[in-house]
């Protein structure tokens, strides 16, 4: 399976899902976007054919109509601005708390972390100074012995 994957060899398709995709995409992608054309085309060609006077009314409306969306954009995206700016004022006040005690929690931690590696680095450490005082002390017998 893994070497047809590599040299590109097509896999089966299971045909009851196959027909499920093509299915959704039909009516996910392109039933929307037909709708969206067929709205948009009739109601330019509403508008063009509307007692409305002459094709510059026409065209000053359809600016309004297009601007509308960009409008209702603009300030969904200013409310937003503006509540993110306060829940971050909010926020400034409530993380210097928060942060110093979790300083102290981690401080804490790393202070027993520390003593005890000591702990157990001691009777290694008073191990290795008692043979060494003891290797030391007993090289200076011999060296003196030695003539």
């Known amino acids: 399976m893994v ?6 060899k097509a896999h089966t ?12 995409v039909v009516g996910q992608i392109f039933l929307p976007l037909l709708a969206g054309i067929l709205l948009g085309g009739a109601g330019l060609f509403l508008l ?3 007692n409305v006077g002459n094709v510059e009314r026409a ?5 309004v109509l297009l601007a509308i969306p960009f409008v209702v954009i603009g300030l969904i995206i200013f409310f937003l601005l503006i ?5 971050l004022g909010r926020l400034m006040h409530w993380i210097p708390p928060q ?12 202070s027993r972390a520390v003593r005890g590696a000591n702990l157990l ?14 290797g030391d002390l007993v090289s200076r017998r011999r060296e003196k012995m030695q003539p």
Do not use: K
Request: cysteine-free; aromatic content about 10%.
């Open 121 to 134: 680095t001691e009777p290694v450490l008073f191990i290795e100074s008692w043979a060494g005082a003891l």
């Open 99 to 110: 942060t110093y005690r979790v300083q102290r929690l981690a401080h804490g931690v790393s």
């Open 13 to 24: 398709v299971n045909p009851r899902t196959r027909r499920a995709h093509r299915l959704q």
């Open 48 to 50: 063009l054919n509307a």
């Open 3 to 8: 070497q047809d994957i590599l040299l590109g």
């Open 83 to 87: 509540f993110l700016i306060f829940a």
């Open 59 to 63: 065209a000053q409306f359809s600016t």
